[in-house]
Structures are given as C-alpha cells and as structure tokens.
C-alpha cells in the first residue's frame, strides 16, 4: 500500500498476503460453483488458483506509483504475463491454462472475471485486507456473502438477486476506500514525492550527472527504461524493490543537486508537502504566489519549483454503468445490470466520477 | 432480536449487552466532547450515562412485536419513564436530571440527540452488535470514527464534514440491515405468529374460555390490558419476559383450542407460515385461493383463517430528510444537512421510504 | 453454561452453538486425517460427524447441575444413545454407525476418541467458545494446530512429537477455565441455590404440598423421577427447557412455603450465597454459628437450614495420567504418555487433582 | 521480529506498532494503579509513557541478531539511553525524569519494573502482538487482568493472588512462543546466516577486499565497529534500518568473494542452511563428515567452511526464581513468589533452563 502506513501505521501488510488472501477466496469461489453445478474441471481449478497466485507478480517496487516512470509503458499486468511466461517455460508447460485465463483467452470466461472483472476476488481480497489493516472498518465487506451469491449465466459470471444489498455494500464501501484510504492527502503527497525524486535522479543521470542509488538493479532502471527489450531484463526486474529505492533515498539525502537531496530530506523526515483537495479549480493566482514564495525559499528557477508545487486531479467512480457490468440474475431468470435493478443505491446519478483538483506544494512557512 | 436467531444462529445477545455497549459508547462520546471544549459538567455526565443505560428497561417480552398487543399504547419508551421515575423515588432524586435529559426537557439538546436522535449511541451499539452477532458483515459501522467527529453547534449535535463518508456509509448499513435481519422474511413470519399466538390467547379469554399460562404475571396481562393504571402494575410488568411467554406457548400446545394448539406446535416445531415480500401488492385472488385451502385444510372458518393467511407491508427508509436531521458542520462553519452536500450518496431519490407488501400463509401442501 | 453469565455477562452462548461448533472441528479433523492417509470410508464420516452433533442431544435443562436431580441416575450421554435411537428408528437405520461409534462399539476406536477422549473435538470447541463469549483470553488453546497433529497409529487417535507444547497449553487452559470459570464462586453459589429450589420443590411435592410449576412437563418431572421407564417420557423430556425452570422459579417467589419462595427470591433478585474456597478443610465451629444465626435470621430449623448453609468439595485436575491418555507419536515412531515426555510442562506432580472445599451459606448481615 | 515472516508470514509487524502498543499498556496499568491509591504524580505518568515509547528506539537493524556484532558491547539499551539523552537537550530538560525511571535511579522503582521486570507492558505487548500476528494462538496472554491485578507494595510491583492462573498462563505461553517461534529452526537459520554474511563482510573487508554495501551508513558500521565513540555517530546509527542491510545482500549475490556471494545467494533465494536442535550434544563425527563434504561441494577450506556449518545452544527458562522476581501479595497481605505459592504450575523442577544444542549446515544433496 506504499505510503498508506503513514496515516494508517498498522498498513504494513503485504503483497504476498494479498496473494494468498485472493488465492483462499478463487478456491472458496470455485468451490461455490462446484456446488452450484457448473461444470469447472480440475485442470481448470488449478489454473484458475495459479493464475490468482501470480495476478500481482509483475508489481515493481511502491506499485503503481513508480510504475510509468520506472519502465514506460509496461503495466504490471504485462509483466505479471512476462513472469508467467517465463515460469511456464521451466514448468515446461503447465502454466498454459493459467495463462489463457489470465489474458482472457480461455472459453469459460467466467475464470476470467472471478481474476479481473467487477467482482473479482482480486478486489474482494484487498478490500477486506486494507479495510482490517488501517482500520478503516467502513471498508468492511461481506465477501463470503457475496462468494455464495457468485453464479454463471450463459458463460458469464453473475450474482443472484438476494445479494443485492451486499454488493450496493460492496460499491460504497470501494467509494469510501477511494477517498479514505488510497486518495488520502497525506498517502498522495507522499507518493508524488516519491515520483519526484525518481524524476529528478532520472533526469540528473540524462544530463550527465553522477546519481547512484548504489543498487545495481534500481541503477539499472534509473539509466534507461529498457522498455524496448524488458523482456530481456525481467530477471534484474524481479530483484528490483522498496528497499533499494528507499536505501537510495536514504543515500541521496546528502547529494550534492539541491532539490533531489531536500526531496528526499522531507520525505525520510516524514516533512511532506502539504495537500488541498477541492471541488473547485485551484486559483491560479494563489498557485503563482506559493510558487514565488517557494523560488524565493529555496533558491530554485520557476522551472525547477516544479518539483516542490503542482497540481492535479483525483478521479473516482462509484459505478460506471458504461465501463463495469455487474450483472444481477432475478429470480424470474432475467439479467439485469445493478444500476437497474428498483431500489438501487446504486444508479446512474452516482454513475459519473467524482473528480477533485489538488495543489500540492511546500509550505514555506512550515520550518521547513 | 426476538427470533432473529431462527436465521442467524448466533444472534443470542441480550438487552443487557445492549445496554452496557450503548453506556460505553456514551462514556466515548462525552470524552470526545470534552476534548472538544464543549462543557459537560460532572453532574450532566453522569445523567447521561445513567439515561442511556435505563433507555430500554421498560422494553417487555419480545420487545416491540408484543408492545402494542400486551399493553395497549404504552410504547416502551413511557415504560422506561415510569422505571426511572420508581428508582428515582428510591434514590432520592438522584436521577432527576436524567429523567429530564430522557424526555428531552433538559436546556443542552444534544444530549438527548446523543441518547435520541439521527447519530445517537443506541443505533451506533445495535447496528455493530446485531452486525457481529449474526454475522452480517455489511452492517459494519465506523462507529469509533463518527463519535471521534461529534461535535456540538448552537446547542444541537452534529458532525464534522470530514466524517460524511462514515455516515453515508452507517445509513447504508443501516438499510441493509433492515432488509437483510430485522425484516427478514423467516423473522417477521415467526413474530407474526407470536403476536397471533397472543392474539388468540387473549381473544379466547375474553370469550370466557380457560387459558392459563401458568405464569402469574402474563396471566395478569393476557386477561386485561391495565393500561388504564399501568403505573400500578410496574413491579408485575418487570417480572414478566420471555421465559414466561415461551414456557406458555410449549403448555398451550396441547390446548382444546384448534388454532391456539395449531399456531403454538407451528412455532415451537419450528414449521413458520410461508412469507413473500414484494414491491406490488398480494394478488387478491392469490389470497382467496390460498384462504380457501387453509380452511379446508384445517377445518377453519373464513375469519378464523386470518390466523393463518394475512398481508401487511414492510417500510424501510434510508434517509427521510423531512424526518431526519444529521447535520454536518462544514470547514468553513456552515451547518447543511446530509441530504444537501455535494456529491454525497444520500440524496433526495433515496429519501422516499421503499415499501413492500407482504403475504404470510400456512403453506398446506408442506405437509403441515 | 448455565450461570455463568453472572460473572461473565457475554456467556449467553448456547448447546447448539456448541454441536455446530464441534461438528465443524470434525469436519476439520477428519479432513486431516485424509490427507494423512489415514482410511476413513465416507459412510464413517458421515456417521462420526453425525455423532458429534448429537453428542449433546440429551442435556435437559441446566445440564449438569439438574442431571441427578431430576432424573436419577441417567446421564446425559444416556438420554443422547435414547434420542439418536429414537432418530434411528425413524430414519430406518441411518444412525446405525453413529451410535456405534458414539458407544464405542465400532472396531476404528480413533472415531470414538474424537467425540469423547482426552482430545476429543468437544472439548477443543468447548474450551475455545466459553474462552470467546466470557472474555477470558487465557483459555484460549490453538485448536486449529492440535488438529493438524492429530494422527492415527494403531488404531489410536494420538499427537505428532511437534504438538507437544500446544498440548501443554491445552491441559493449562483446561485448568484455568476450570477455576476461573466452571468453579467460579458465584456460578458454584448459583448453581447450588437452584439444585436446592428444585429439591425442596419435590421434597414438598411428597409431603403432598401443592407446588405446580408453570409447565407441565416440569411438574411431570418433579413429581417423580420417571427413570425406570424414562425412554416412554422422552418426548416430555426433549420439550423440558430452561425456560420452564426459570419460569417457575419467578412464580414460586409467593409460594407459601418460606424455604421455597426465599431461595426463589434469593436467586432471581441476585443476591446469592456467599461462598468461600479454601485448601483447608471448613471450621465446624464456624459453620454451627453461621446456622444458628440463619435459624434466627429465617425462623427455620437446623434440619432445614441445610438449604441456606452447607459444604463441599471442587476438585479439578490438570492432567491424571493413571486415567487419561494423550499419546504423543515420536519422530522415531514410538508412543509416549505426554506426561513422559523430556521437558514436559505435565508431569506427575501436577497429575494429583486439586481439591479445595467450600462453604456456602447465606450472609445474614447482608439485608437479605 | 527478524526472520519470523519466513515461517509466520503475516508476522510483518514493525517496532512502531509495539512500540505504541507498549505505550498503551502503560497507560492502561497507570490508570489501575491510580484507581488502587497508588500515588503517581501527573509528571511521573509523563515520565513513565515517555520512557516506554523510546525503550527500543536504540534498536539497530534486525535488532538482536546483528547488536553484538555491528556495535560491540552496546546493547541497544544502552544506545536507547544515548538517544534518550540527545532528545533531553534538544527538549532542555524535560526527559530528565523518564531517563531516571528507564535507568532504574528513580526512587519509585515501580515505575521501572512496569518498563522492564517480569511482568513489564514491554513482554506484555510484545506476546501479544507477536501471537497475534503469527496467529501462534498459544500465546495469547490476558494482559488485560494481569494489569488489572497489578499493585504496588512496599515499594515494588506485584500482583494480587486473583491473577495467580493468569501469571501461570503468561509463563507458559512465553516459554511456547520462545520454542514456536523465537526460536524455531527455520528463523535461527536465517538468523545465523544474516550474521555470517556481516562477518564475512567484516572480515573481508578488513583483509583488504571492497565490499561496499549501498548504503554510506551501513558501509560506516561495517568499516569499523566505532564503539569507542558511540555516540559521536549516533546520527549514522539512527539512519541505519533494515533496507539497507537487505539492499546490500542483494547486491553481494554478485561479489567475487563465494563465501559472501554463495551466503547473499541462499539467503535471498530462501535456500536456508539446515538446522537440527536436540537435547544431545552434537556428534562430531557426523559434524566432521558434513564439513568435509561441504568442503569438497563449494571448494572451500575447513575454515572457511564454518561459514557454511556451525553448532550453537538455544536455552529456555520458563521461570528462574533465582533472576525472576514475580511477587505475589497474597489476601493476607503476605508476600510470596509465584514459585511457592500452593498448587502453581511454577515450581522449582521449571526453574532449570531448558537447553538444546543444534547444528546448522548446508546440505550438498539439496541441489545448492
């Protein structure tokens, strides 16, 4: 959860725990179809459970923060598959299955949705876990209610009507995650900085100037993106994580390029850039006072503040009808999708994001 | 919870358990108050404590199903009153300020808000206990989080903005709950016939036929309502509970009274009348049709059935802004109603009451 | 757990919480056992799961503290073989391998120790439960590993060498729930003041008093023990609950009869005996003056203060190598009594049972 | 806790947690003791919370495991202390007292045993914590009586005689956590090899060999052990965590030196070096015959092979009257330790320490 622990000192769980975690409830859901009669082989089990196991695989270090920087272009799916691939290859083929699951090939597509859709137990897994880890006990979901709901209709994967109210549960609880937890100012903040430092080292090396992070991997990526040939490199990938990156952090607190060494001071010191998240625009006039203010601070060009002050958008969606379909089974055997089901929290005034502006920047009254 | 256990095993918890939980989170909210500045003398503290652990003493047998059917009128609430009032006699007027912050007659409202109101500490208790016991995970609240967010402005309880997600989501579960535990098809079939049972009980006795429970206080209540000098029959009232009630229902079992004997080995045998609930109203001619084979089938007549077949409606409402008052104190210290902010999932589509009529009917094909 | 909750107010958990409980650990356990390789045909776990959920079938009210009350000399296992052979009758034979194995007549003895031996899955969930619902974390023991140690050898159920210190802990967690709970002070004073209710009732019934309970399958049971012919008056057994004990001990509190009504009175308003435990045997001059006083106090007869003043003995043992078994499976194969084990925790100085007498008797200078 | 993931993987829990898990404790026992009259002055309470908060802030990476042999002779007490110190001058003055208090020269030396003694919040947490995130269900302690139970005579913390199962209970449970986990074969392995790998840093680097870590703190402690000086480097200390260390092993896979690169390797890639414990010595033939073939697998001399095989004693004390003082203040107002109060589970047969001898080696067949 990268810099959730900040907020949340008990968010220290981890990837492997979130892969076991999803791999119980694909077993507890196969299980559930199984008694439900619909016809899951057991070569297609273990597919299914492997595939699950490894979704999360291709991850590098703080996850989805670093990951546009640190290789262009290659999503963590796409490397999950790369790792798949290569595992396949020494398992001389046994992952097959798995992999036409996972990349939505397989003809049972239902397999698929229960690892990537809207009711995956990828989801339902990290859900629960980070809900039980910060303590955030809105968060909680009743995943086993919903897995006993889980049935396939015409190939795909569906929930019975009775679950209804559990998976409204499930919209809101995600929605409030969204802004609590994962868009939470002091998680955003520190991740941006995160992104920054990595930025500027990046830039530092393309303009020829020494940046060692002294991790022969993390040296690696910083130099090049190797995007072009990742495969090739999938090895120095795989050794590749949070440690190096914050050992290195913790090297260049002391380097000698200014912004890169106070970057990485506030974020060890835990002294983070400050966060406003509105509705509204943020004025711009207020955005070029904070920058004079920070030039003047810390002896930057308006060109390099940016390291220190900008600004964004937060995005989320409690349900979008176009892009999700969760689709309910009546009992008269009737689909529906949930936003159209009577009664429904859920429906299409709350369908359209929610988006909020953000200013980040250094509060130059702050001591800092 | 009456028969909720009959669905979920584990919902054996008792009023008592209520109390003492709704007391801690009394103790909480006063704390939080504090740390707030908002001044609560000593004395006002533990007024409040001593109200909210009396709020439900005057709760009967089977809490709300035989309220109106035991003695008429008196809701328990009034029961309460007159408790209190007893015990104060007793202590000497040392409960007086807790009576007047009970009937919401003491000059600081928020404390009958906080044992009364939209976000007050009884729904804030019932709502996590009833979740934990019987396993409903979506009724899951962050009740810690929305005391931590209690504050008090112009004299009235409310909430800070940053607690709207937490409040969203408590009258989520709160919906849920209802649907899913206290309406429950299989609860309000067996409440039903427990409030027939009485029904009939008392319908005989009036008719001159002997119908002993064989406990002195129900017999004392079953044979009038005394609702005229209730206050005198207090101390009879407190001895009665459910033992008495069910211990009667076992005896009458074997009453010469068809329908009494009937309905009581139905509910003991654990074999409940058939329950649909749904959004139009019960086919006439479905109830006729069904009436006439009760009749048949039990050698009852066309009014007698009314034991065994009767509709009636189920009302839930997530968020009546006409009724209901969860203020939110925002940032920049306006008060707006819930059902006012932006972006909030209460709104007014959902403050419309979802009702939904039901039929109850002895299924004669179930081999009754 | 009868009058636990006294002391421990969330101890409201009930018999059939605890069969489904242990019914689950069975299940638990017999898949260990499988995958062990350990031969257990389908038909036998149908039947051994089918024994632990109706283990305790034949608990009446109270369980121990009315058993040799009520019905002389028949036990509960009794009353359980009576109940699954009237099922069995029923369900033509169904239960044939059940009862076999819960009277230990089936030739694969393991199953038998499952439901009752040092290490059976009743006290595993026992054990665990009365810990969850009173709150004594101490109790609590790692049934879930002991489980997984289970292994046969033999024919015998017995533990794998890496059990050892979860077995330890077990036997110490037996022994604190036993002081600190099962022979707690309050439950020990409870207990005794209804077991002398129910024995004055009868002692009056057969001095030809009137002494009707509210239910009439109590007053069957009062009235004589029935134990000759019991299984003609199973039914009326199975339909004797708590509710009729308690429902007509509210009723006798006006009794005429000033022995019956003041223990009535005693134990329904809560002011119980006092008790007091200790190594050394009670003071016989202490006791005498203690009855003088109540003869005074009640108006009663030495004879009959036995009903407010006696003594007895609480014997509780860790673990009695001479009588139980719990057989440990070294790594070199061979099988060991845990209490011979290198390092044990158990050993034989602690296999002696402590015991320790009480005296109970009431506090005439308490008011009462 | 180390290595502990390795075989508990939900064991992430860092020294924050305890840390302010400590703190909670010690508020919690402050509160009881003020409850019982026990005088604590508002600035001793300061003081005491104070003092547990930093108790382990000296702790360097992987905490005992590599104390002794990057500092030698400081114990992480004593740079706890130093820190301690630092932070008293930079607060001018206001940790004067909780620096008296955690070296035990405060004159109510209560307030030191509850920071460290026998029944100290600091073994509390950390038993609880640990048990709960292993999942290690035989250690769950009652911390919550023992607190309760907590009193102050004479002087010196005690308990009352109520809490005697409970203190049997903490006893046993710190004796099976110690064998279940502190010092389970597989932690001990990963242990000794994290040691081995430092030392061999260490060793190379002082024959002249570069062996730079990523890290410029990390490199500095590995220079030199600058014991003399401590606490002229205290600030390198303190930015010394866990990252680096790993970072660095990881970058060592690749060292020329095999010891070191062959030690990186199977510590990363979780190819542990096999442990065996037991009661017996080890044979020496049998370490002689694993030596040679170690030998003969990696090319190494027969010292350098001690890198790879090595024999050591883990000891256990469930309880040492001699050291311990766990004081009981029984209802007499007499005072006795736990070990001769009647029937304890604690008595001097558990006073001898409980020594196992182990060999850790590298297995050649293991296809390393």
Redesign the interface.
């Known amino acids: 959860m990268a810099f959730a622990h900040l907020v949340y ?2 968010a ?3 990837r ?2 979130h892969s ?1 975690g999803a791999y119980h409830l694909m077993c507890n859901a196969l299980n559930e179809l199984d008694n439900k009669g619909i016809a899951v082989t057991p070569e297609e089990k273990i597919a299914a459970k492997a595939a699950i196991l490894l979704h999360d695989a291709g991850h590098g270090p703080f996850s989805h923060a670093l990951e546009s920087i640190l290789i262009n272009d290659a999503t963590h799916e796409d490397i999950s598959i790369l790792i798949m691939q290569r595992m396949n290859d020494e398992l001389k083929g046994q992952l097959d299955m798995a992999i036409q699951i996972f990349t939505n090939r397989y003809h049972k597509q239902f397999l698929y949705q229960l690892i990537s859709g809207q009711l995956d137990v990828d989801r339902m897994d990290y859900l629960t876990r980070d809900s039980f880890f910060t303590g ?3 968060g ?3 995943y ?2 919903i897995i006993k709901m889980l049935t396939v209709h015409e190939g795909q994967l569906m929930v019975e009507e009775k679950a209804i ?2 998976i ?2 499930f919209l ?2 995600r ?2 995650m969204y ?2 937890v994962y868009l939470h100012k002091t998680v955003l903040s520190a991740e941006m900085m995160l992104v920054n430092i990595v930025k500027r080292a990046k830039e530092l090396l393309s303009a020829g100037v020494q940046v060692t ?5 993390f040296d690696f990526f910083l130099e090049e993106n190797h995007a072009d040939h990742f495969s090739d490199h999938l090895d120095k990938f795989c ?1 590749l994580d ?3 990156v ?3 952090i ?2 260049w607190m ?1 380097h000698q390029d200014k912004i890169l060494s106070v970057l990485c001071r506030l974020l060890v010191e835990r002294r983070l850039l400050k966060v406003k998240l509105q ?1 509204e625009p943020i004025n711009e006039v207020l955005i070029q006072t904070l920058r004079d203010k920070i030039c003047l601070h810390l002896g930057v060009t308006q060109k390099e503040s940016s390291y220190f002050i900008f600004t964004g958008e937060a995005v989320n969606t ?1 349900y979008d009808p176009s892009e999700e379909r969760i689709r309910i089974i009546l009992k008269n055997g009737s689909v529906k999708d949930i936003s159209e089901v ?2 429904a ?1 859920i ?1 299409h ?2 369908a359209s994001p ?1 988006k909020k502006n953000y200013i980040c920047y250094l509060d130059t009254e702050a001591g800092i």
């Open positions: 000192p008990g220290v769980h981890t492997l725990h076991l955030v006990s809105e909680v979901i009743g086993d209610r109210y559990s409204e549960k809101v609880s929605r409030l802004w609590q992070s002294n991790s022969f991997v050794l949070d440690f190096d914050l050992s290195a913790k090297n002391s509705a409690t009577d009664n929290l429906h005034t709350l929610v």
